[in-house]
């Protein structure tokens, strides 16, 4: 069991063709992984969060229990380019995402998959905001 949120960067630094490979990676992610692993079941909740200059939530922990509406919200979603804040994604995700309200559970471990380019517009602030103190 655990909690995972992807946290995707659509800022400009990815351009369209590699946004296009990460939401085909997602989508086959949650066809072939996610679906081994029991989202059905409720024991592996999902959440999706993209990011540029601004934070954009798609779905919480707590929204989708089954795979399809997951691959209908990947398909949905758009590039938005902008610049590489990490560091408002990785925040929003710990006080947002990663709490009770939005789906996240006591005593289960916590998984966040952060694609991008690697690249943050405010390197320092990325690293204080991926420290789990």
Do not use: C, E
């Amino acid at each position: 069991m655990a909690d995972v949120v992807v946290v995707l960067d659509t800022s400009v630094s990815i351009g369209w063709s590699d946004f296009d490979h990460m939401r085909s990676f997602l989508s086959t992610l949650t066809n072939h992984v996610i679906n081994n692993l029991n989202l059905d079941s409720g024991r592996i909740p999902l959440g999706l969060v993209t990011y540029s200059t601004t934070v954009r939530p798609l779905f919480n922990l707590s929204l989708y229990t089954t795979v399809p509406p997951i691959q209908a919200a990947i398909a949905s979603f758009n590039y938005s380019s902008g610049a590489t804040n990490t560091a408002a994604a990785l925040g929003y995700v710990r006080s947002t995402m990663l709490t009770s309200l939005a789906g996240a559970r006591r005593h289960v471990p916590k998984i966040v998959v952060v694609l991008t380019d690697g690249k943050s517009s405010d390197p320092k602030a990325t690293k204080v905001r991926s420290s789990l103190q």
